[in-house]
């Protein structure tokens, strides 16, 4: 299976924007559909953003206009891009790798708090 390591999660103000980069540990994802969730307290885990290996992508309605999933197959790396940030975007971000005959895996998550 897919070690996927999720970076650049903090603390902004409403507003602000923060980049999610999600890298495999090893192995590449050039292949495999990524997909970014998350999960507040309380709340199920939800699809944010996805990317097929092609670079087509569905975003939840919650943050479409506001979030850009992106992928640089050459990084082998997946980005979030999140702007205009809301209270309401607080939560748990994970990175998620998926191939038919594969499966899935999971990054272990990075913390998201959009706070004044």
């Known amino acids: 299976q897919v070690q996927l390591v999720e970076s650049g999660g903090g603390l902004v103000q409403p507003g602000g924007s923060l980049t999610l980069s999600c890298a495999p540990s090893?192995?590449?994802?050039?292949?495999?559909?990524m997909g970014w969730y998350r999960q507040a307290p309380g709340k199920q885990r939800e699809l944010v953003a996805a990317?097929?290996?092609?670079?087509?992508?569905n975003y939840a309605d919650s943050v479409k206009g506001r979030f850009t999933i992106s992928r640089d197959n050459a990084k082998n790396t997946v980005y979030l891009q999140m702007n205009s940030l809301k209270p309401e975007d607080t939560a748990v971000y994970y990175c998620r790798s998926f191939r038919v005959g594969v499966g899935e895996s999971w990054g272990q998550g990075t913390q998201v708090t959009v706070s004044s």
């Open positions: 990317i097929t290996s092609v670079g087509s992508t």
């Open positions: 090893k192995s590449s994802i050039s292949v495999y559909v």
